[in-house]
């Protein structure tokens, strides 16, 4: 999604500086060596300095295959320094270089200058190397219907699926067993040994919440200060979390329609919902027949819609395009909407290869696509919106090469205050997972965004959030309360209005971070 002022680290040359890679766990690390921090700083980020760190590509032999991680920082600058913050944004496969500069620049300047904020492209990602790109256009438009209504699409969207399985086992053999969540993990604490610290706090959002509970369970003496926002469900992953997500974004995508009828005098769809649902349907049916500028079919408008139910400030650029089309026959809007927001353009190749690679590894996921497909279909008679999109997004876990890990119990007894932040309507990670997760941390605070449908809540607008966040990275404050399941509770952040004009910017902060966060998770 790039309408917005996200600038990635891409204009920074990321220089190697070699760091004595940490053993195994259990052994004692060796001494780190120092990392070679050069400026990178971009318009929006200008104090950003980027190194690169060499670690094992598998952790349990330290002195085999080395790979490089690439990690951006900002530093601090107040003498109540509280060490190292890293944060992720999510994914697998996001980007977490740019994420530090937007950290730093949205905490208070009294809390980020305690701190210095580390991003870093997990392994695979970005400018780590080698970074995954199995199947370069793999999403190239137009793509097949996702909805399998003939033999002939669920045949075409298998075979896609199952090209891509096979293109990444030829192409990163060596690798792909080592691109997992444990591994990166490992990875994790050798960034915490390189940077010369005993303890690191880390802050991430969506996948990051599953990547940052993981490292709190393998190397819970070395968590300093724990925030997960908008939190992974562990006892669905994945196969059971994506099926989680293809009832709620049904619910969002209805609650889009519901918006846009609010504002009939903008749209001049209508003020019945359900009628306005129906007609995006249509639409749909007529792009399945002819897309739209040759480039937006079916399978592309759940691609641009789908953003919508991650972050409700896209909701006026999609529902003016919708109109558009459906009041005037104008496609052009659809088409640079599907541009601007299509969720598979946001993630590009190297996202969806290193999505694809944890997820099929992480672990088991049904064999039988007789399974998947009687499964999906009845999501579907219930929550038709997302159910097949998602599934094909996923089925190259069918045919994935290689043994699968376990998935990793989390509960943990052993950590300081740890802080979760969690919308009740969030389609992305629904709220059953952040209750999951506050249960199975025993000293876990959860703040809740009550009737919040957005994904990745914190430094989005929301004071009521915000303040919590500053209070505990400032000092580990926590909200405690004995009465539900929530410590504590913030009116959601009030829905866009239409667009006053064409040129109209979107909010700044709310975009900016969108914009840097991993679609599927």
């Known amino acids: 999604m790039r309408t917005r002022a996200v600038v990635l680290c891409a204009a920074a040359a990321v220089l190697a500086g070699a760091v004595t890679a940490l053993p195994a766990r259990g052994a004692a690390a060796a001494p780190a060596a120092h990392l070679a921090w050069q400026k990178c700083g971009t318009g929006d980020y200008p104090t950003l300095q980027c190194a690169s760190l060499t670690v094992p590509l598998d952790h349990a032999n330290p002195a085999g295959r080395q790979i490089t991680l690439a990690l951006s920082r900002v530093p601090h600058t107040s003498p109540a320094f509280q060490?190292?913050?890293?944060?992720?944004?999510?994914?697998?496969?996001?980007?977490?270089?740019?994420?530090a500069g937007f950290v730093a620049s949205a905490l208070p300047k009294s809390v980020a200058a305690r701190y210095d904020v580390i991003g870093f492209d997990p392994r695979g990602v970005g400018r780590?190397?080698?970074?995954?790109?199995?199947?370069p256009g793999h999403f190239k438009a137009v793509r097949p219907d996702t909805v399998p209504t003939t033999a002939a699409l669920e045949q075409a969207n298998l075979a896609r699926a199952k090209s891509f399985a096979t293109a990444c086992s030829r192409k990163h053999a060596d690798v792909l067993p080592y691109i997992d969540t444990v591994s990166a993990v490992r990875d994790m604490d050798a960034i915490r040994a390189a940077l010369g610290t005993p303890q690191i706090s880390y802050f991430g959002y969506s996948y990051?919440?599953?990547?940052?509970?993981?490292?709190?369970k393998l190397f819970p003496e070395r968590v300093r200060r724990l925030v997960l926002d908008s939190v992974v469900d562990p006892a669905g992953v994945w196969y059971a979390d994506n099926i989680g997500q293809d009832y709620a974004f049904d619910d969002r995508h209805r609650a889009l329609m519901a918006w846009i009828a609010r504002y009939d005098s903008t749209y001049h769809l209508g003020?019945?919902?359900?009628?306005i649902e129906a007609m995006w349907y249509a639409m749909r049916a007529a792009l399945a027949k002819k897309p739209a500028g040759g480039t937006v079919g079916a399978a592309e408008l759940e691609d641009t819609f789908v953003p919508g139910g991650y972050y409700n400030g896209y909701w006026p650029y999609l529902a003016g395009a919708f109109a558009a089309y459906v009041r005037d026959g104008n496609a052009e809007p659809l088409v640079a909407a599907y541009k601007s927001f299509g969720a598979v353009n946001h993630t590009g190749d190297n996202g969806y290869s290193v999505y694809s690679a944890v997820q099929c590894r992480d672990t088991a996921w049904p064999e039988s696509w007789n399974r998947w497909r009687a499964q999906t279909w009845e999501v579907y008679r219930k929550a038709p919106f997302f159910a097949w999109n998602n599934a094909w997004y996923n089925a190259p876990c069918v045919f994935w090469p290689g043994a699968r890990r376990e998935p990793v119990n989390i509960a943990n007894g052993k950590l300081p205050p740890v802080l979760l932040f969690q919308a009740t309507d969030d389609a992305a990670t629904p709220y059953?997972?952040?209750v999951t997760v506050h249960r199975l941390l025993a000293r876990s605070s959860l703040v809740v965004e009550e009737g919040g449908g957005n994904h990745g809540i914190t430094l989005s607008g929301n004071a009521c959030l915000d303040r919590y966040l500053s209070d505990y990275l400032t000092d580990g404050r926590v909200p405690r309360s004995l009465a539900g399941v929530a410590d504590a509770v913030c009116a959601k952040s009030a829905d866009p209005k239409p667009l006053v004009a064409k040129a109209a910017a979107m909010s700044a902060r709310g975009s900016a971070l969108h914009g840097l966060l991993g679609f599927r998770r």
């Open 432 to 434: 059953p997972g952040g």
């Open 208 to 216: 990051g919440t599953y990547l940052g509970a993981v490292y709190a």
């Open 271 to 275: 003020k019945d919902p359900q009628k």
């Open 83 to 99: 060490g190292p913050l890293l944060v992720n944004p999510g994914g697998p496969g996001g980007s977490g270089l740019t994420l």
């Open 128 to 135: 780590s190397a080698p970074a995954l790109d199995c199947a």
